[in-house]
């Protein structure tokens, strides 16, 4: 199982569609769990953390399922600035260091 | 906002010569990173350095890689003898803490 699995998309949705993506994690010790979005040819930019009780920012809504080890990004209202790949990442720590794990990433592409 | 600046933007070199990829860090960040993305894969962590030294490297980062902080501003990135399957996207990023990362806006380098 890889470490970090997304499914690659792409998701075609309309303006104004709710979109939802998973991610799952292999590794249970994992600790900290983030949503990056990149732009094409751009760096990742951090979207948000994602909490184990769940947190909202705007119309994004980030969800952390430790039992199935999967998290989760939901898009309300999507707008078409939402189009870009939201990377999935996992902090995972070893001995002493704390290191990201990468998903692939998923591509949105929201359509007027 | 504080940001990690990258330079070059964009590097080419010919097979077999070295570069030196420069970053520098935020300035009150005290762990570094560099991860490289080839194109249409997934970001890969290269290797972290705090406190003057290395302290992580992935099995990406061999001994045709280094890495210095040769001042108190500087994040340099050497690859000794490029290959062509070193082009890439290379990200710098810092993080005060271990956690909350802020990556630059990268440096690609297209080896020929």
């Known amino acids: 199982r890889k470490e970090v699995e997304q499914d690659p998309g792409p998701f075609n949705v309309p303006e104004g569609a709710t979109v939802a993506f998973n991610c799952t994690y292999s590794?249970?010790?994992?600790?900290?769990f983030f949503w990056y979005r990149q732009d094409c040819r751009k760096e990742p930019k951090l979207l948000m953390s994602v909490y184990s009780s769940g947190n909202e920012d705007g119309r994004f809504t980030a969800q952390l399922n430790r039992a199935s080890q999967y998290i989760s990004l939901l898009i309300r209202d999507s707008k078409l600035s939402d189009s870009a790949t939201y990377l999935c990442?996992?902090?995972?720590?070893?001995?002493?260091?704390?290191?990201?794990?990468w998903g692939l990433g998923t591509s949105l592409a929201v359509n007027p | 906002e504080p940001e990690v600046t990258q330079t070059p933007s964009h590097q080419v070199t010919q097979m077999g010569q070295e570069v030196i990829l420069r970053c520098v860090p935020i300035?009150?960040?005290?762990?570094f990173y560099w991860y490289r993305q080839i194109l249409g894969q997934k970001v890969e962590f290269l290797v972290s350095?705090?406190?003057?030294?290395?302290?992580?490297k992935s099995e990406i980062f061999d001994d045709q890689f280094s890495v210095e902080r040769p001042d108190g501003s500087n994040f340099t990135l050497k690859i000794r003898s490029t290959k062509l399957e070193d082009s890439a996207m290379y990200f710098c990023?810092?993080?005060?803490?271990?956690?909350?990362?802020?990556f630059g806006s990268g440096t690609r380098l297209t080896v020929v």
């Open positions: 990023a810092s993080s005060p803490r271990g956690s909350g990362y802020t």
């Open positions: 350095f705090y406190n003057n030294e290395i302290s992580e």
């Open positions: 300035s009150n960040h005290l762990y």
């Open positions: 590794n249970s010790a994992s600790q900290s």
């Open positions: 990442v996992v902090i995972a720590n070893a001995g002493n260091n704390r290191k990201l794990i």
